[in-house]
Antibody
Framework: EVQLLESGGGLVQPGGSLRLSCAAS????????MTWVRQAPGKGLEWVST????????YYADSVKGRFTISRDNSKSTLYLQLNTLRAEDTAVYYC?????????????WGQGTLVTVSS | EIVITQSPATLSVSPGERATLSCRAS??????FAWYQQKPGQAPRLLIY???TRATGLPARFSGSGSGTEFTLTISSLQSGDFAIYYC?????????FGQGTKVEIK
């Protein structure tokens, strides 16, 4: 059974940093691209970032480029998202999701999400 | 950036009726298109990818069609568990983009 478990969310002041983690199990993590999607309170879904299986391809939304960094440790089956220079508009539930395959960019399994609140 | 426009914003349907949801992409995305369902307090669930391929375990009453810039999700006979928000997404180009969502509510 595929499981994705996010952690690391919380309350942070504007300008602060957080690191989100996503522990994966139930599939061969090292062979699949992984994605972060966020959802602000009461709003729709926003794609944030995708990282290819080997880590060589990193893609970011313009809204987070230069502030967020996606990475993975295939030996630990864990995906990360480093959030720096946080702004109020980064407040959202952050979901980790698994791509269907490396050639199909839809996401077929999602974690339960971790809430990031940026406020003073 | 490819903009995805979903319509309608809200769809009121009676149980047992058919629901048709639409998405339009601002550029050709071939068939690199997906649909998701989200219920309150839950993570999204993949329904359709490749514009028309049902996700594992998805009932046949859900179907996707379209290619290029126009896409449709059809739910042939709405059941109580289908009342939710539906999002579409293109993954042909970076950045991947979602539509703003269609809320399917009970009429």
């Amino acid at each position: 059974e595929v499981q994705l478990l996010e952690s690391g969310g919380g309350l942070v002041q504007p300008g602060g940093s957080l690191r989100l983690s996503c522990a994966a199990s139930g599939f061969t993590f090292s062979t699949i691209a992984m994605t972060w999607v966020r959802q602000a309170p009461g709003k729709g879904l926003e794609w944030v970032s995708t990282l290819t299986d080997g880590g060589g391809g990193k893609y970011y939304a313009d809204s987070v480029k230069g502030r967020f960094t996606i990475s993975r440790d295939n030996s630990k089956s864990t995906l990360y998202l480093q959030l720096n220079t946080l702004r109020a508009e980064d407040t959202a539930v952050y979901y980790c999701a698994k791509d269907v395959t490396n050639f199909v960019g839809a996401t077929d399994y999602w974690g339960q999400g971790t809430l990031v609140t940026v406020s003073s | 950036e490819i903009v995805i426009t979903q319509s309608p914003a809200t769809l009121s349907v009676s149980p047992g009726e058919r629901a048709t949801l639409s998405c339009r992409a601002s550029q050709n995305v071939n068939n690199n298109f997906a649909w998701y369902q989200q219920k309150p307090g839950q993570a999204p669930r993949l329904l359709i990818y490749g514009a028309s391929t049902r996700a594992t375990g998805l009932p046949a009453r859900f179907s996707g069609s379209g290619s290029g810039t126009e896409f449709t999700l059809t739910i042939s006979s709405l059941q109580s568990g289908d009342f939710a928000i539906y999002y579409c997404q293109q993954y042909n180009n970076w950045p991947r983009t979602f539509g703003q969502g269609t809320k399917v509510e009970i009429k």
